[in-house]
Structure formats: C-alpha cells, structure tokens
Antibody
C-alpha cells in the first residue's frame, strides 16, 4: 500500500536550518507530485511547496520563497524539505503528502505521519 | 491568494443525526478545462495527519463511507455527514488546489452531543 515514512522530531535554535525526509513506498515515486504541508499547533494546515518527483520541477509558497528548498532522490524514493533561518514561528508538524496526480494541482491522497520541528532558544 | 472560510467553527450532533459544514472560497475554484471544482475535504483526528475524504467537491475517495458527501460549485461548498458515528469526531478542513498557494479553511470541529 502507498506509505510515507518521515524522519524523526527535531529541536533547533533560531537562525538554524532543518531538513526533513519522507520515504515513499507502494507506488512509482516518479509518477506523482510530493507536497510539503506544515501545521502549527491548533492551526490550519499551511502548504509549503511541491516537487514533481519525475522531473524535479518545484513550486514554493511565496511566503517561504527564499527559505525553503524541496528536493528528491529518485533512486531511494525520498523527498526532502529544507527550511533555513528558522524562527519560533516555524514550530509546527511538517507533513509530506502525495498529490493524486503528477501535475501538482491535485488533492493530497496520502500523507506521512508528520515530523515535529520545534524552534526554541 | 484564495482565502478559505468555514462555518460553523464547531458543532455537536447526536449520534445518527446529520452534520453539515460549509466552506467558502474568496474566488471561484472551478477549473474551466474540465468543469470540475478543485475543492477537497479532509478529516483530521488528534495526533494524525489529515485524511482525504472528498475531492472535485463531490467525489468520494476510495474507502470513505458513503455517509460522507460533498456538494457545491464555484465558491460555495458543503460537506454533509449523514447519520453521524462516534468515529467521525474530528476536525474537518476544506482545501482548494486550484491556484497556488494551495490553501485550507480554518477547520470545523465535530463532536457528539
């Protein structure tokens, strides 16, 4: 079955960077988009960006542009999100999610278990 | 950016009764090329990721019980849970995937009365 397994929780100091991984299984990794979505405590989900796992094209939220990078390793079926210049406002659970199609403009039909990133001095 | 709003913020419904959640987008999410609305509904339980219930405003995801249904078009949408079950207690989010940045509503918490 389609499954995503994300890396473990992280605690970072302000101004640091964090990189979260998401290993996919159960489907052809390069045939679908992978999105990253974060959710601060008690808040609605916030879309961060997506990557076409086939050709590597990316699109990012303007709000995070310049601080976020999404990459993938097709040989290992892993997607990554890196967020730089962290502030306490970046404290959230970070999710990877599969787009239902390859093009990015699709609902998210399978989600990782989430990775808690805490930013605190 | 397309702003998503939901009403009510929360509701409590008796077991077996109907729950209705509304979602409004600040601009149309109708994709003219296929005449489908790029609107999804998710269910989220504490400590879990969101789960896709409905997409294209009214298409039920595989495995989702048929007591969940979606309707609406353009800017106004509704999620209906007929005959609420105990396992339906959760927060429900609408989500537009028509225009990046893709955005979510603030959520509606559903409880048992």
């Amino acid at each position: 079955q389609v499954q995503f397994v994300q890396s473990g929780a992280e605690v970072k100091k302000p101004a640091a960077s964090v990189k979260v991984s998401c290993k996919a299984s159960g489907y052809t990794f390069t045939s679908y988009a992978v999105h990253w979505v974060r959710q601060a405590p008690g808040q609605r989900p916030e879309w961060m960006g997506w990557i076409n796992a086939g050709n590597g094209n990316t699109k990012y939220s303007q709000k995070l542009q310049g601080r976020v990078t999404i990459t993938r390793d097709t040989s290992a079926s892993i997607a990554y999100v890196e967020l730089r210049s962290l502030t306490p406002e970046d404290t959230a659970v970070y999710y990877c999610a599969r787009g239902k199609g390859a093009g990015g403009y699709d609902p998210f039909d399978c989600w990782g278990q989430g990775t808690l990133v805490t930013v605190s001095s | 950016d397309i702003v998503m709003t939901q009403s009510p913020d929360s509701l409590a419904v008796s077991l077996g009764e109907r729950a209705t959640i509304n979602c409004k987008s600040s601009q149309s999410v109708l994709y003219s090329s296929n005449n489908k609305n790029d609107l999804a509904w998710y269910q989220q339980k504490p400590g879990q990721p969101p789960k896709l219930l409905i997409y294209w405003a009214s298409t039920r995801e595989s495995g989702v019980p048929d007591r969940f249904s979606g309707s609406g078009s353009g800017t106004d949408f509704t999620l209906t849970i007929t005959s609420l079950q105990a396992e339906d207690v959760a927060v429900y989010y609408c989500h537009q995937y028509n225009s990046a940045p893709f955005t979510f509503g603030p959520g509606t918490k559903v409880d048992i009365k």
